[in-house]
């Protein structure tokens, strides 16, 4: 017997199998002076890889949990900037209609840095200064940094932070799911362990009514 036969053939979308419940231990191991051991133990390995895969994602969703605030917080400033060069170029195209003096004068209001501050790590910010850009730098992982335009950028996060929502979503089911068969397997090794202790008392009341 191996242990894939503990599950059952039903599996979650992600392919993590189903525990199944047994509810006449007899009947599934196949006599009524069949050796339990054997089941215990590959019950408890069916457990054992139960908890690795609840490691496994518990760690995944931390990830993403931290992850995605990052991702939100790059992108609503990227669309900050757009919508800061988007509203420049509108007032560019309002000043056409305007005198040369009021031109000159929006122009210098236009011109204007933006003053904010980024972060250096957790408790240590420092004040800069952005100039008008039409291009962005994302760290994508692995000391990896590519420059995008701001289009290109919003589009690029935009779907990733879709997919790490999704993936969080995934996972968090996964986790409910796991926790279940987790409980339903641990079920089944108290129904089956009781049940030998009974059937072994049993067996020693019959002993002994027969010596007496």
Known sequence: MSTTSVFSEE???RGIPKAPFIANVEEYIGSPDSDVEGHLK????????????D????QRRTGLEDKIPDIKKTLHMIEFLQERREGKK???DDDDDDDLDDEEEESEGVKKPLTT?????DTLYAEAQLEDTETVYLWLGANVM???KIPAAISLLRSKLDAAEASLKATIEDLEFL????TMMEVNTARMYNWDVKRRRDRLAVESSKKG
Do not use: C, W
């Open 55 to 58: 490691a496994n994602l518990t």
């Open 179 to 182: 926790r279940e068969q987790l």
């Open 146 to 148: 590519l420059s995008y």
């Open 117 to 121: 501050t980024f972060e250096l790590n």
């Open 11 to 13: 599996k979650n979308p």
């Open 42 to 53: 590959l019950f408890q390995d069916a457990i054992a890889k139960y908890r690795y895969m």
């Open 90 to 92: 509108k007032a560019g």
